[in-house]
C-alpha cells in the first residue's frame, strides 16, 4: 500500500477536506452544515492525509484564548474537526494529525491546547485529561420560584440572532474575560447563529434570543433557545424552552434570565444540554431539587504543551510551592520537573530536573487539574497522582481548585 500523504488543504479544497471528517461523524452534510464550518475555519491550522490524491482524514485547530484561573487569558490551540474515513482507521492518521498540530500550537507559541471530544477513550493517549464537566439538565418552568425574591432593575429586550448578534457578542466578551474555561469568538462564530442550519436545530425551532439591560440601558446579559413543540399535538400548553447559551454578568441578571424563560408562554420545561456544574439557580430555588441533572459529562479536555508558561499564567487560592514531575510521552519537550510558586497574586514556574518532586503525574492529568475542576487528590484517590511528600496533595488541593467550577459554554 502506497504512504498516506499528509499536508494542509488550500481554500479551494476545503468541502473535499471537510468531507471524510464530516462522513466520519455519520452527518449528511448540506451547503448550510459546510458553509457553518467555514465560518470559523482559519487557514493554515489543518492538516489531512491523502491517500492518492483523495483526503481521507483530518483536523484542525482555532487560535483559542481561554480565560484561566485569576482572569489571564492563555493562547490555546483548539482543536476541531477531526475525523479518519472508516477505510483508514487504526493506521495512525490521528496520531499523526495529532503531532502536526501541537508542533504548529508550540510553533505559534500557544502553551495549551484544548477539545471536545465525541468519546473519551480518544485523547488520553495524547496528553488530554478533563478540565471541565458539563451537565445535561430540566427544570419545571412553574418550578422557576426563587426564596428570597429576585429584585433585578432593567429589561429585557427581544433580539433576532439572525439579523444582528453585536449585542451578544459584546456581552459574551465582557464575561468571557472573567470566566474560567470560557474562550474569545470572532466574528464568524456569530456569523454561525446568523447561518442556524437546520442540522443545528436538532429538531426544535430556530435560535430565539433576548438581551437583558441595566437600569441604564447597558446589556448585562443574553439567551439563546429553540422551542421544541408539544402543544399542536397535544393541545395542552407543554412546549419546551430548550436553552443554547446564556450568559450575564452577574448572578442575578443570569436568575432574572431564568425567571423569564419560565415564564415564555405555552412552555412548560427547560431543558439545557451543557449548563455549568455550577448553577446560582439551584441554590436560589425554593424546591433545588426541582432542577433535574439528567446526565453529567467530560466537556473540554486540556493538555499543556508548555508547562511553565500555562502554570505561571494562572492564579492559585493559596500561596504555595509544589515541585511537580511531569510524564509526557506523546508530546516529550514538556515532560520534565517543574517547581510552582503560585498565590493569589501572581505565580512563577521554572523547570528543576534535578529537584526532588512532591508529586508525580502524567501530561494528562496536569491538563484536567489545570483549570481547577478537580481535586489532584481525587486523581490520587484513583492511582493516577503519586505523593512523594506527604502534605503536598492537600498543598496542590487548596491551591488549585477553583470556585465556580470551571466551565467551557460551547463545543467546537
Ligand atoms: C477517532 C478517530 C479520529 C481515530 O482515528 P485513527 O486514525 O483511527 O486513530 P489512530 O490510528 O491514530 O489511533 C491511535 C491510537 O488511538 C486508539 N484509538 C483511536 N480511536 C479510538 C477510539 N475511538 N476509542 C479508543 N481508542 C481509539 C487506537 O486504537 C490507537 O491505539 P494504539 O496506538 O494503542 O494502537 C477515528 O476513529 C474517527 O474518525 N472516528 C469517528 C469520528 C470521531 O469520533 N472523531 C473524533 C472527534 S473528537
Known sequence: MAALEFRSPSRAELREFFEPVVSAYGLDATDDDYRYEELTYEDGRSIGALDDGVWVGGAGAYSFDVTVPGGDQVGASGVTMVGVAPTHRRRGVLTTMMRWLHDDAVRRGEPLAVLTASEASIYRRFGYGVATDDARITVPSRAVVFDPPLQVDGRFRRLDPHQDTSTLADVYEQVRLRRTGWFNRGAGWWERLRLDPTDARAGASKLFAVVHEDASGAPDGFATWRISQNHVDNRVADDTVVLDE?????????????????????TTTISWNGA??????????VEPRQLHLRGRSDWMWARLLDVPAALAARRYLVAGDLVVHVDDAFHPAAAGTYRLKGSPDGAECERVDDARPDLSLGAPELGAIYLGGVAPSLYA????????????????????????APYCPLMF
Open 246 to 266: 446564556l450568559v450575564a454578568l452577574d448572578a442575578d441578571v443570569e436568575l432574572a434570565i431564568w425567571q423569564f424563560l419560565a415564564g415564555i408562554d405555552l
Open 276 to 285: 455549568p456544574m455550577d448553577l446560582p439557580l439551584r441554590w436560589r430555588m
Open 381 to 404: 484517590t484513583a492511582g493516577r497522582i503519586v505523593e512523594h511528600a506527604p502534605g503536598a496533595l492537600e498543598r496542590a488541593d487548596a491551591m488549585f481548585v477553583t470556585h465556580p
